[in-house]
């Protein structure tokens, strides 16, 4: 914060009063972890030995109230404010570019309601995902988002960055379970949104503050949909000969509405490099899918009919149930160390997603630019296409070079200049900037460029919630707090 | 840092990871992310790899903990987060670092009687009386053991493992020493444990600080003793819910969650862990007809009340928070009784349960 000690110390005064002195941090022993997350920026720079930007202070609101309260005193001081969920998210989200306040939302951990009548449970955004998930279990229910980061992410930041599960493909993405919202607006408002999300009762603001990561509003309660835990959950594995034949398996799949639970399916190399190392299954050729269903028995058994036909139709060679189940078992170890992708090497997810017909251009565009741009860097290419929709599907590519510059000045420009021509061949062949990781830092100078001239509805509702730009600032394509 | 450098490389693997759960037991209670195993392991790296030195902070922060029995729960590859918590602490210790709070808890540890161990081949070591302080749930112990046809000298003495768990071996080892002498001395050919605290002590750490048992000593929980021993009629309990209290998670068999906790299940309650130390009350439990509860909120199996690795005596407000947690739990799965075999968590749960309707057992009390 460019304020003077003085005024920080009085900032701070003020804080406590709201939050709690025990909930007011400024040590740095604890506020080191609250300016990393899971993008590589922050972890490079502090795998070498330096720091990310860190908060000038970390508070953790026990309540609505308090979020509002912490809200108003920023806005009058023109301090950032940096919501902060479970410190999970790949894109540097959370990183405080500015300072200023960093708002721990963790202490609104509670579940309001299990509504059995409607299947939907209501809780604050501050719910640990895997804490919610047992919650409706209990009840017999599931909240079938089932990210990688469950045991880290909370319910507000699946939807502040409009996260994926595992089963998104039948059950939809974060955004797609929400009903409502309880948000507090830039200025410390609390608003509800519509009590439902399908309406004729204009144009709808639910959708405004999902995926916004903070910058129209904090998260502080929401409702969602949530499902019955299934009778049976089955899952098979196939080895196509190329992933054009897995891509068109996939496509039909979807077109005919056959409900799959998850359909995964690596590129070649994924096949090989992934798939092999981490579930052991004896592959090395071809193009590997998992899919599965869920539901009441006999449903699951019609719906595996088709979609095997499919498969078989496509050359699909059956590798059983095992390596099927093997790989929902385990479908967590590729994020997790010793196996996730780790430092020195730089990385990344260059996730997307687009219409069927525009998916194999754009990945073999991206590879081929990609490949051939960074040659003196070896830089490898490989995807797997794992949240499917009935129009398109997403490729969960990534990019990996093993030995980039040790220089972090060098190495984050190369890093940039990367995502520059990744995310520019993203937009060019149709797709997007990001399916479900989202913006934060790392994707926010490429807001603009994605939208175009649309850019303007998101500024004009920025300039009018957030006037001071308080909100989360450095990303989704706005500066600093004015 | 020479105990904390034999985990250099399983923290620099683990130095970043959000998936191995943010939550710690205190962390669940107190939200802070630097009480997270995340925040913890990155610090730990960084001490481990000489990019920062201990400050105070950082001091207290690793002792604002306990030896975390959860983590490997949600880590597919089950880092043993708690091994490099003791080490660390040994380090701390060792260079003079420690808290004025955990420099007292340990002094009071030290300055602890233990008379002469009693000749018996049966031995009743009550370890975990001892750390309390308090003989009040001997009585009930030596009972079920007398109703069990079990005939047994019992033998109040610190056994090393409170001071082991905050990192000051020194002490632990010249009571560690003393008991492994009182026990070869006193001629027992069975130990049996008060609590899954003394098991530890005597199963693992005593191992660790290179203490040698008599070869031919066999130790034992008293809930298997108990279980082995006694056949209880059916009786109204009312609804159980049982704690299993931290170190039982150190020293079975086949830890709880074995395997990696995924959404999308319910899990039986076997998931949640196998092996005597867990199944030994259960068994105890079903004879009695008793009708049980347990939570599919992992969080709470094999998980702290505040009373185990002294965390009552250093942080008494977190480990007050920690007991209020598991009672809450307890009572909103609709529990009426808490039962746990462990000296130390029943005398810490039954003193924080006093203003509540759920009562609190220790698991021989059930049969005096």
Known sequence: MNISDMQFKMILHELAGIVGREHTLTAKADITIYGVDYFWLPRMLVDRGTLPPLPDVVVLPGSVEEVSEVIKMANLYHVPVIPWGGGSGSQGGIMPVYGGIIMDMKRLNQVIEINETDGTTTAQAGINGYDLECAVNEAGWTFPHYPASIHSATLGGYLACRGS????????????????????????????????????????????FVGAEGSFGTITEATVRIERLPEVRRFRSYLFPDMHAGLEAGRRIMLDRLQPLVIRLYDERSTIKTVRRVLGAEVDHGSYMVIGFDGFEDIVAAQERHAFAICEGMDGQDLGEELGRLWWEHRYDFYFPPKVLDFPWMFGTLDTVCTFEKMEPLYWAKRKVLEEAYLEWNLFYYAHFSHWYPWGVMAYDRFIIENPPQDPDEALALHNEVWDLAVKINIEYGGVINEHHGVGLKMARHVRPQYGPAFQVIEGLKNTLDPYNIMNPGKMGFGPTR | MKHLEAHKRALYELRFSPMCKPATEVANLTQLESHTVRARTMMLWRIAWGIIDWGPREAELLYESTLDSISCAFDVFHYPIHQYMLDARADIWEAGLAPENVKQAVGRDAASEAGDCPESDILLLAGEV???GDDALLGPMEAALRAAAVDSATWVAPTGALSYALGAWDVAEAQARRVADGIHGGGARTVIADGPETAWALTRIYAALGIEMPDDVTVVLLSEVLADHLTPGERDLGV??????????????????????LPGYTEDELTFGKGPVYEAPRRLLGAMGAERVHGTWTRALAKTCGADDGLWLTHPDLAKGLAAQRLDHAEYLGATIVVTDSPLAAAWLAKHAAEREVEVKLLSELFV
């Open chain 1, 165 to 208: 599960g595992t089963i998104s493909t039948k059950y939809g993405k974060a955004e797609d379970m929400v009903l409502s919202m309880q948000v507090v607006l830039p200025n410390g408002d609390i608003i509800r949104t519509l009590p439902v999300p399908n309406h004729a009762a204009g144009p709808g603001i639910l959708q405004l």
């Open chain 2, 130 to 132: 001892a750390q309390l």
């Open chain 2, 240 to 261: 159980v819910f049982v704690h299993d209290s931290r170190p039982a998670y150190l020293i079975s068999a086949e830890e709880p969650l074995h395997t990696a906790i």
